[in-house]
Structure formats: structure tokens, C-alpha cells
């Protein structure tokens, strides 16, 4: 089991409470537990700047500075559970979640729910969209880390039912998302939604599923002047293809970068960058079929650009819809881009 964070976009009996009811809900968690607010320093949209599904604020509690998280979108596992189970298996001196202070879960008469955690001073361990060869070589240490010794089993359930059908769930919801906004033409994205079906009936039952952190970014992984880290975001635990992490980081990077004169050479030479970094990772250097595995990942991640966060947007991912010039020369870089991996995974056209 896994939180469907996105997927609750169309959940029609959700209506998003934090967006109408902010400063209602923020006076009331304020007033029971006696957190001092400082300023709002987070506000996590879904697919609309309307669907606010949760909001954070740095400030005090009895006298230690903590971050305050109040959870309005609904979630499958309570944070607290997913933080205590992933504790009780990590075997890693260096790497954990954030401290605990106060916990309430969601509630569905409330429509909400919060914590208030520790404020870490660690600093993420780099900044997008571009990290320096010694930061690579950092995330690099953390991956590691993470993938022998942070999670050493299972601790959520494994998804029951065919992860094939699963997958295809997934990216039928983006193609919903797209045809919803209206933003792309057919041509945009049905050609490459076609061209990914067989790739993927080939090539995902292949690939180990892995217990994995679904949102790995920057931001998610801060860095301690001791070297240790704190892992963020740990509401999106689950399972997922393996290297789907690597595959994500990379993603998140690429889609940082805000300039219309930006070149496909320059997008792919970026992206075989991280590959070569990933592959002096020693447990992927051990696996002799990462290339076929991670290209897969990244077709994952190039349809779900194409069909959610391009023809999704709304305004959303790229702010306001000035910025379309912008959305649509990235849209033409996503789909060289898929075109390159769909040929590394031996498509034949």
C-alpha cells in the first residue's frame, strides 16, 4: 500500500479544505497545541492552485524551533506510521526522518490533519537544477547508504495484483489529467502514449519492485555538516520499479531548468552526466543490466511529463499560463528525450 497523493485530484469527495479554509484550520491547530507561527514556507499543489493539499510553517514549539504540517488531502497511511515503520527497520547511522513533536492524524469530520517535527538546519544537498561533480558524487554517498542499509526490508505492504496493470493504471489517470486540461493537441502526446505501451508490457514485468521513497528531489534529502542526512516527504514510502529513485532525482532537475534556449544536446549530455555518476554507485555498478532498467524508468518519467505535468499544468507547474512558450519547448525536449530511451530499450520503427 502506498499513498495515492495525485490520484486524489479527481476524488470527487474531497473537496480540499485547506484551500478554502486555511486560516480557520491554521487559528485552531495553533490555539490547541500553542505553536508559534513564523512564516509559511511550503504549499503542496495538486495539478491546480486551487488543490491545496497540504501546507507548512516554520516556527516554535515550547521553545525549539519545528516546522508545523497540516495535512489537508486525505492520505492512505498516516505520516506518523510510515516514519515509525520506516525507523524500525533502518539500520543506518547517518540517515533518518525528522523528529516527531506532535501528531494528529487526518480526520475525515475535521478534514485535516498535522504535525509538528523538529526544524532541521541541514541544508538539502544540493540546489536545482544543477549539482557540481562533488555534489554528485554526495548523492551518490547517500544512495548508497540508503539502498543498503536505510531500507532493509519491506515495510509497507507490497501492492497486491498485476504491477503491469498497475503501472498502466497510472499513466491511463496522467492521459485523464491531459484530455481533462485541454492544454495539448492529440498529436502531442497519443503518438508517444502508443509507442509506450508495448515497451512497457516488455520491459516493466522484467524489473524488480523495490521498496522505494517516491519523491526523492534535493529538497527531500538535506545534508548535515557531519555528513549525516534527514529524509523529507516520507509520506510518499511505497513500491516502485527499481532505480525509479535515480530516475526521479534526475527528472526533478531537469524540469528546474527555465530557459527557452536550452538545446535537446545540452538536455541529454545533462542527463548522461547523472547516468555516469549513477554508475560509480557501487551497488548499481554491480548491476550489469542498469542501462536497460533505468531507461525504462526514465520512459516512465518522460510519458508522465508529457501527459501530467505539461498537459496537465494548468497554470499549476509552471505558474501562471504565461509561461506556455516555455511549457511547450520543454514538451518538445520531453519527447526527444523519450525518443532517445525508447530507442535505447530497442524500439524498432
Not at 73 to 94: G, T, W
Not at 157 to 177: C, F, H, I, M, Q
Not at 207 to 230: A, C, Q, W, Y
Not at 318 to 325: D, F, L, V
Amino acid at each position: 500500500m502506498a499513498n495515492r497523493i495525485s490520484e486524489r485530484f479527481f476524488d470527487k469527495g474531497h473537496d480540499f479544505d485547506l484551500y478554502h479554509k486555511e486560516r480557520q484550520i491554521l487559528s485552531r491547530v495553533v490555539k490547541k497545541t500553542e505553536f508559534e507561527v513564523e512564516k509559511e514556507i511550503f504549499r503542496g499543489k495538486v495539478y491546480d492552485d486551487k488543490k491545496v493539499g497540504s501546507i507548512l510553517y516554520k516556527g516554535s514549539y515550547k521553545g525549539r524551533d519545528a516546522v508545523l504540517k497540516i495535512q489537508g488531502l486525505q492520505v492512505d497511511i498516516d505520516e506518523i506510521e510510515i516514519i515509525r515503520k520506516f525507523e524500525a527497520q533502518n539500520k543506518s547511522k547517518i540517515i533518518h526522518a525528522p523528529k516527531i513533536f506532535v501528531h494528529k492524524r487526518w480526520d475525515k469530520k475535521a478534514g485535516y490533519g498535522f504535525t509538528i517535527s523538529e526544524y532541521s538546519t541541514a541544508v538539502p544537498i544540493f540546489k536545482r537544477p544543477f549539482a557540481s561533480a562533488a555534489q554528485t558524487k554526495e548523492f551518490g554517498r547517500f544512495y548508497q547508504e540508503y539502498r543498503t542499509k536505510a531500507v532493509t526490508k519491506d515495510f509497507l505492504e507490497r501492492p497486491k495484483g498485476d504491477t503491469l496493470a498497475g503501472s498502466l493504471a497510472k499513466v491511463d489517470y496522467w492521459r485523464k489529467l491531459c484530455e481533462n486540461k485541454g492544454i495539448l493537441k492529440l498529436e502531442d502526446y497519443a503518438p508517444y502514449l502508443m509507442r509506450y505501451y508495448p515497451l512497457a508490457a516488455k520491459h516493466l514485468p522484467t524489473i524488480p519492485i523495490t521498496m522505494s521513497h517516491n519523491h526523492i528531489t534535493p529538497e527531500d534529502v538535506l545534508r548535515n555538516k557531519d555528513g549525516s542526512f534527514v529524509l523529507m516527504s516520507n509520506l510518499f514510502w511505497g513500491h516502485s520499479y527499481q532505480y525509479n529513485e535515480l530516475a526521479m532525482n534526475v527528472w526533478h532537475c531537469w524540469m528546474a531548468i527555465r530557459d527557452t534556449s536550452y538545446t535537446y544536446e545540452q538536455l541529454l549530455k545533462y542527463v548522461k552526466g547523472w547516468i555516469a555518476a549513477y554508475k560509480r554507485i557501487p551497488i548499481v555498478k554491480a548491476d550489469k543490466d542498469f542501462d536497460r532498467k533505468f531507461a525504462m524508468q526514465m520512459l516512465n518519467r518522460s510519458i508522465g511529463t508529457i501527459l501530467a505535468d505539461l498537459g496537465g499544468a494548468n497554470g499549476y507547474f509552471w505558474g501562471k499560463m504565461e509561461n506556455r512558450k516555455y511549457l511547450f519547448h520543454l514538451l518538445h525536449l520531453e519527447q526527444k528525450l523519450f525518443d532517445h530511451f525508447a530507442e535505447q530499450l530497442g524500439e524498432k520503427r
